[in-house]
């Protein structure tokens, strides 16, 4: 807290949210105006009381974002990070949630202690709206309070839980979401060299600073001299992210960090909120979700869409994976007929050559598996196997996430535990995670796919992909049972609320395909959970 018991807070929105009218509410007449030090912006203070608890109250300038593109929200972004009230209440139109939520998961973002005033819930009920307030704020991990300011209802409540949240000191817990693998390792990248020095704002995070710093933020650029030794790493470095972001996204990171914020948004959204008429940004990828994600043809879809990978990955490689068996085959039959017969000739030809190319030969196929998962990584639509998925998998003690390192672990046969295991970071929950961790290397991996084929080519020749695709399934029932009883014995305990992120779709860029291919798609694509 700011003073011996005088507890600060900001009040921030967008335009016509209802902040005037809580400002109204909660101050009553003891307000007075002035203007922010150096600008015409209109400084409003009031004070509030709970208990004999004194609340000062600020209020910001209406913004949708806390960019620094217009004066309101420098104004805004600078009071709360000079100036760091104990508490920001953010008052969110519920019957227009998705835009409000915008400036609230950056201000979260920022890590300031947050107070989410839903307010005009009697318009949102009117529209057969319903907006659950708890699950909300289990989501973003901020205290949600429902109000109709113009009867000032609720004002009491959201005193109370601002009281509650001033004391003690809170910490400044930035929320870290994931923009995607590209934007991800650049923000990584930079972060490292603003960790050891931070320009100006000792207080601010290095994450939060990198993000701002890739977005292009001008105050946030301006704040480092490009001549200095900092300015000297940071901006050729961010130059070169934005390129290589640029050529595998074809959009500038700007754009991507907004699209993934709505994607989380959507993913918030989606659970909290319950609707005759969800709220809808209908936009192209609202059209596509409401067939992809639909409860019936959702699943069809996907079935379709993980055999059609089948059928790609072993068509399609057949022809590269004959190569090399030839080339092998060709260089096994001349290192014979160079070293004579006996036990070294048996350990080159036998050993190493055969089993090296045993090996090798399942590259391209390994490779048409991990082109294929990037490209539903990069389109957008694994984030919404993961969404199909979380019921089941949440039966099974894991979340709708784990997909991804199981995907990629041989969900879809060929693929790999170790990059499997890597792309476990995203999960947050960490029993979830652990079960996640200990059950992957059972699928069917690249490592076991030498073996299958020998099996399946002599026992099954003309229904390769049929029976391989029943094999994957067999692997799927054996690591969701484990799984399960992982989460009834050593893993015990409830699982974590989270928020599933629902990226807008894109169309994949080739550039983007390759380097995400050559990678190995969800190794590197998410933060390691905090
Ligand atoms: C007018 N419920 C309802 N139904 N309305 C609300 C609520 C609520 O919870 N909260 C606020 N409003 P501001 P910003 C108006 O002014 O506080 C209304 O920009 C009108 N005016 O009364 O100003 C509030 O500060 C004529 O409505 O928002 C106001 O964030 C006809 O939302 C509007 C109808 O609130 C904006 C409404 C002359």
Redesign the pocket.
């Known amino acids: 807290m700011t003073g011996s018991d005088k507890i600060t807070v900001a009040l921030a929105?967008?335009?016509?949210?209802?902040?005037?009218?809580?400002f109204n509410a909660l101050t009553g007449a003891r307000q007075h105006v002035g203007n922010y030090p150096g600008v015409t912006v209109e400084k409003k203070e009031g004070r509030a009381f709970i208990d004999d608890q004194e609340v000062h109250v600020v209020d910001l300038p209406?913004t949708y974002s806390l960019t620094a593109y217009s004066l309101e929200e420098l104004v805004a972004r600078d009071f709360i990070m000079g100036e760091r009230p104990d508490v920001v209440i953010d008052?969110v139109d519920s019957s227009n949630l998705e835009r409000n939520l915008y400036l609230a998961i950056q201000l979260l973002e920022l890590g300031v202690p947050l107070v989410i005033c839903l307010?005009?819930?009697?318009?949102a009920e009117q529209r057969g709206i319903h907006v659950d307030p708890e699950k909300l704020g289990q989501l973003l991990g901020a205290p949600v309070v429902p109000?109709?300011?113009?009867?000032g209802k609720g004002m009491k409540e959201l005193l109370k839980a601002t009281v509650d949240l001033a004391r003690p000191n809170p910490t400044w817990d930035p929320l870290k979401i994931s923009y995607g693998p590209d934007v991800d390792r650049a923000i990584d990248e930079l972060s490292d060299i603003l960790q050891g020095s931070r320009p100006r704002r000792g207080l601010i995070s290095p994450h939060w600073l990198a993000v701002k710093f890739l977005e292009g933020d001008p105050e946030i650029l301006n704040t480092v001299d490009e001549e200095s030794e900092l300015g000297r790493k940071l901006f050729p470095l961010r130059k070169r992210l934005a390129h290589h972001i640029l050529a595998t996204t074809d959009d500038d990171p700007e754009s991507i960090i907004a699209d993934y914020r709505y994607g989380f948004i959507g993913g918030v959204c989606r659970q909290a909120v319950k609707a005759k008429i969800r709220e809808h940004r209908l936009d192209t990828s609202d059209r596509i979700d409401r067939v992809l994600t639909n409860r019936l043809i959702g699943p069809l879809v996907l079935l379709l869409v993980l055999y059609g990978i089948y059928q790609f990955v072993f068509v399609v490689s057949e022809t590269p994976v004959a190569w090399f068996g030839s080339f092998f085959s060709w260089l096994g039959s001349s290192v014979e007929a160079i070293i004579p017969d006996g036990m070294f000739q048996s350990l080159i030809v036998s050993g190493v050559i055969d089993g090296v190319g045993g090996v090798l030969g399942f590259v391209p196929l390994i490779m048409f598996m991990f082109f294929a998962v990037a490209f539903l990584e990069d389109s957008g639509y694994m984030a919404r196997v993961a969404y199909m998925m979380d019921r089941l998998l949440r039966t099974f003690g894991l979340h709708g996430n784990s997909v991804m390192a199981m995907i990629v672990s041989g969900g879809i046969a060929g693929g790999c535990a170790v990059p499997g295991v890597m792309a476990t970071r995203v999960l947050k929950d960490p029993k979830a995670r652990l079960a996640t961790i200990l059950t992957v290397s059972m699928m069917n991996c690249g490592a076991k796919l030498p073996l299958y084929a020998v099996l399946v080519g002599a026992f099954f020749s003309g229904r390769r992909a049929e029976i391989m695709f029943a094999l994957t399934l067999i692997s799927w029932g054996i690591v969701l049972v484990a799984a399960r009883i992982l989460r009834w014995t050593a893993l015990r305990g409830e699982s974590a609320p989270f928020v599933m992120e629902l990226p807008l779709y894109r169309l994949p860029t080739t550039k983007g395909l390759f380097i995400h291919t050559w990678d190995a798609p969800g190794s590197t694509s998410k933060r390691p959970a905090p």
């Open positions: 929105g967008n335009p016509n949210a209802g902040k005037t009218s809580v209406g008052v307010n005009m819930t009697d318009v109000t109709v300011a113009r009867g």
